[in-house]
């Protein structure tokens, strides 16, 4: 069973900056199979990106991912106010814990 | 665009069943292409993916649970249902129903039902 270990698990940021999260698996997975999502409180989880660096539909270009193998990263160039919430992984059946990015 | 609705008790009484349905709309699940799933998340935690069923029946469920889940689908009504049994406090959570493509990445989502586990 592949686990997916995500880091850090928060992030205390400002607006306009640079946000860098990781995915880290247990051991090799297809860069096709690999997702990023976005959960604000009280709401669903929304679809950023898939295939580890294609964006989902609508999603603005600031969100970027990249990696292969055990070794993924989702990019935020500049963090816009409602960029503040959880990031999960995901790979198939398995999803990471999460990373919450919170305003500084 | 896809819209998917979770229904079913809020409450359920430890040792019995837990039963959702997800409506699907603005798409036919009988038009093949994506695997219909169940995912729930405990309050404040993470995700858990339940399983999921294909529109000819086949399913695939979490280990974790395999012994307890059971998910089926009515085509003729454009639903998919979860059906867990004997639940414990464990189970309280959100339940979300979403469409996973040929990728298994999850693009659409019901809103979420929370399933309260309580005498």
């Known amino acids: 069973e592949i686990v997916l270990t995500q880091s850090p698990g928060t992030l205390s940021l400002s607006p306009g900056e640079r946000a860098t999260l990781s995915c880290r698996a247990s051991?090799?997975?297809?860069?096709?199979?690999l997702a990023w999502y976005q959960q604000k409180p009280g709401q669903a989880p929304r679809l950023l990106i898939y295939?580890?660096?294609s964006r989902a539909t609508g999603i603005p270009d600031r969100f970027s991912g990249s990696g292969s193998g055990t070794d993924f990263t989702l990019t935020i160039s500049r963090l816009e106010p409602e960029d503040f919430a959880v990031y999960y992984c995901?790979?198939?059946?398995?999803f990471g814990g999460g990373t919450k990015v919170e305003i500084k | 665009q896809v819209q998917l609705q979770e229904s079913g008790p809020g409450l359920v009484k430890p040792s019995q069943t837990l039963s959702l349905t997800c409506t699907v709309s603005?798409?036919?699940?009988?038009?093949?292409?994506?695997?219909w799933s169940w995912i729930r998340q405990h309050p404040g935690k993470g995700l858990e993916w339940i399983g999921y069923?294909?529109?000819?029946?086949?399913?695939y469920y979490n280990p974790s649970l395999k012994s307890r889940v059971t998910i089926s689908v009515d085509t003729s009504k454009n639903q998919f249902s979860l059906k867990l049994s004997s639940v414990t406090a464990a189970d309280t959570a959100v339940y979300y129903c979403?469409?996973?493509?040929?990728?298994?990445?999850?693009?659409?989502w019901g809103q979420g039902t929370l399933v309260t586990v309580s005498s």
């Open positions: 979403a469409s996973a493509g040929e990728l298994g990445n999850f693009d659409y």
């Open positions: 603005g798409g036919s699940i009988s038009s093949g292409g994506y695997y």
């Open positions: 069923i294909y529109y000819s029946g086949s399913t």
């Open positions: 051991q090799s997975v297809s860069s096709s199979y």
């Open positions: 295939g580890a660096s």
């Open positions: 995901q790979q198939k059946g398995t």
